[in-house]
Each structure stands twice: as C-alpha cells, then as structure tokens.
C-alpha cells in the first residue's frame, strides 16, 4: 500500500524558504510515476503547484515557477519541495500526491502539513 | 483552463440527488477528456472520485457519474448518502499544467 507523509517546519518566517519533505512509503519512486505538491489556504481551493517524474522532468505552475523547486531523491525514496521569499500568501496546507498512469489525476495523497508564514 | 464551478454551495437532503458543475474556459480535448472530480472532507486529504470525466476511482460506488465533453462536465451523486456531504472539486490536465476549480459546497438541507 503506497502512503505518502509530509513533514517540514510548521512555521516560517516572511521572506525564508519553505522546504518540505515527502516520504514515500509501499512504492519505488524510481520505479515510474510522477509526484506532485498541491497547497490549500485555509478555507480555500486547491492550488497545484508543481510536478516531477522519477526522473527529474519538473513542471511548474507558472504563477509559482519562479520561487519553487521540487526534486526527487531516489536515494531516500522521497519528494521535496522549496518555496523561496514566502510571505503570508504562502501559508497553506501541502500536500503531496501520486498522479496516475495517465499523469491526468491525483490518486494517493499525504495527509497534509500546516505551514504559516508569520 | 479556468475551471469555474456551480453552484457555490449545494444545500440537498440525504436521498436526493446531486447535480454539480464544472465549465472550462476553454474546450478540453475530446480524446484525452482530463477531467477529474474530488471529495474533501473537513480535516481529510482530497480523495480522487472521478477520473478522465466519467471513470469511477477505486473504491468510489456507483452512485457517483460523471459526464460531459467540450466545456461543460457534471458530477452527480444520485441518492446522496450521509457521507456524501463534503467539499467537491474539479481538476483539469492539459501541456503538463494541472488546475483546479473552487469547489462545491454540497451541505445537508
């Protein structure tokens, strides 16, 4: 059974960067698929914010593309994800997700992790 | 894309049915047809429901259809159950871009 945990700090302060860990358990990233990262503002909508194959091909939201950089690390079997010059716009829940075969849509989520920018 | 979503909030009794919306600013390629539909609980992690506009994900009952082509796709739920009462989401893919729309509020009458 695939199951993905996010970790990272809870709390960062305006103008850092936001990193964030992805573990992936139950599945070799280096065996296919592609991963991505979603955010939620509280009481908010979706935002995709990037994607990534095995790899290394990245995708980015071209409102986020700028600031963020995801990468995988076969090595230790988990996803990353840096946000750099966050401000209070950046706090949000992230998640991080498994596409499908098809790459079209998310199949497997993390549970999410709070990070607030203040 | 721009997904818009209707109605905002969807108040409905158990047993009734649902009808939510989704239209793409732009028409989604006929044979690819990537549109996905999620379930959000408060506290929970969305949850795929619906994939490539009418495929039913793992595990999701029948009671749950999609539809649609060109701009306008729909979820319905035909007799909601009490778990049925959540946040619902469409999602587009298309040239490596994903996007969401802003949800439907689907709340017990």
């Known amino acids: 059974q695939v199951q993905l945990q996010e970790s990272g700090p809870g709390v960062v302060k305006p103008s850092e960067t936001l990193s964030l860990i992805c573990a992936v358990s139950?599945?070799?990233?280096?065996?296919?698929?592609?991963w991505g990262w979603v955010r939620q503002p509280p009481g908010k909508g979706l935002e995709w914010i990037g994607s990534?194959?095995?790899?290394?091909?990245?995708y980015y939201s071209a409102s986020l593309e700028s600031r963020a950089t995801i990468a995988v690390d076969a090595s230790k079997n988990h996803l990353s994800l840096h946000l750099t010059s966050v401000t209070a716009a950046d706090t949000a829940i992230y998640y991080c997700?498994?596409?499908?075969?098809?790459?079209?849509?998310?199949?497997?989520w993390g549970q999410g992790t709070l990070v607030t920018v203040s | 894309i721009v997904l818009t979503q209707s109605p905002g909030t969807l108040p409905l009794s158990p047993g009734e049915r649902a009808t939510l919306s989704c239209r793409a600013s732009?028409?989604?390629?006929?044979?690819?047809?990537?549109i996905a539909w999620y379930q959000q609980k408060p506290g929970q992690a969305p949850r795929l429901v619906i994939h490539?506009?009418?495929r039913r994900a793992t595990g999701i009952p029948d009671r749950f259809s999609g539809s649609g082509s060109g701009t306008d796709f729909t979820l319905t739920i035909s007799r909601l159950e009490p778990e049925d009462f959540a946040v619902y989401f469409c999602?587009?893919?298309?040239?490596?871009?994903?996007?969401f729309g802003q949800g439907t509020k689907v709340e017990i009458k």
């Open positions: 997700s498994r596409l499908t075969v098809g790459q079209d849509s998310f199949d497997i």
């Open positions: 139950g599945y070799a990233i280096s065996s296919g698929y592609y």
């Open positions: 990534v194959y095995f790899s290394g091909n990245t």
């Open positions: 732009q028409s989604v390629i006929s044979y690819e047809n990537y």
């Open positions: 490539g506009a009418s």
């Open positions: 999602q587009h893919y298309g040239s490596s871009v994903w996007t």
